[in-house]
């Protein structure tokens, strides 16, 4: 039965506290087709080179790990995805986003490979999620389209 007095803080709080993805609140951040196409390009990339990284960790194989993490997503693929091209057009928090994800990335392959002298699996799946912590920021934050 919906007594008032009840049904109405609740359905106040599910007001509240409903789902951000409904309002699209993410900064656009216009760009030519051409460039939207090879951001969305290195995105795919991007999950791929997670996707590799745990199923290489799974198995052990930390040093595939690492040099996964550091070639795809850390600081020596930056030349290889046009990255300097890429941030002229972005707003400076998502470049910073960007930046910050680079660097998590090459941390989590350094922590990956002592993870192959240690087997401290946790802190290597910690330092990764670091890395996905900025996938998620920067999705969270902008959008292209
Ligand atoms: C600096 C910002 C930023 C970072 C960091 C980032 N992304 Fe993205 N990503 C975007 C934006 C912007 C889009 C496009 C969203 C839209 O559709 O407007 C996107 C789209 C994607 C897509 C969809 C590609 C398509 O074909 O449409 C995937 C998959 C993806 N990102 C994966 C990742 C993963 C995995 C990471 C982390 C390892 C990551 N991204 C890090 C900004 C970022």
Redesign the pocket.
């Known amino acids: 039965m919906r007594h008032p007095v009840l049904f109405l803080p609740i359905a106040a709080l599910l007001l509240a506290t409903t789902p951000p993805a409904l309002a699209d609140e993410r900064e656009l951040?216009k760009m030519p087709p051409r460039m939207q196409a090879h951001?969305?390009a290195n995105?795919?990339d991007?999950?791929l080179a997670?996707h590799e990284i745990q199923a290489a960790m799974a198995r052990g194989d930390y040093e595939t790990a690492a040099r996964v993490a550091e070639q795809r997503?850390g600081m020596s693929s930056l030349e290889s995805h046009g990255a300097s091209h890429m941030a002229g057009v972005m707003p400076p928090g998502?470049r910073a986003?960007?930046t910050a994800?680079h660097r998590a990335a090459s941390r989590f392959a350094v922590s990956a490979q002592e993870a192959g002298v240690d087997r401290d699996l946790a802190r290597a799946v910690a330092a990764l999620a670091e890395?996905?912590a900025?996938?998620v920021a920067?999705?969270a934050a902008?959008?292209?389209?």
């Open positions: 951040v951001m969305r995105m795919r991007h999950l997670v997503l998502m986003t960007g994800m890395v996905t900025q996938c920067c999705h902008y959008r292209i389209q």
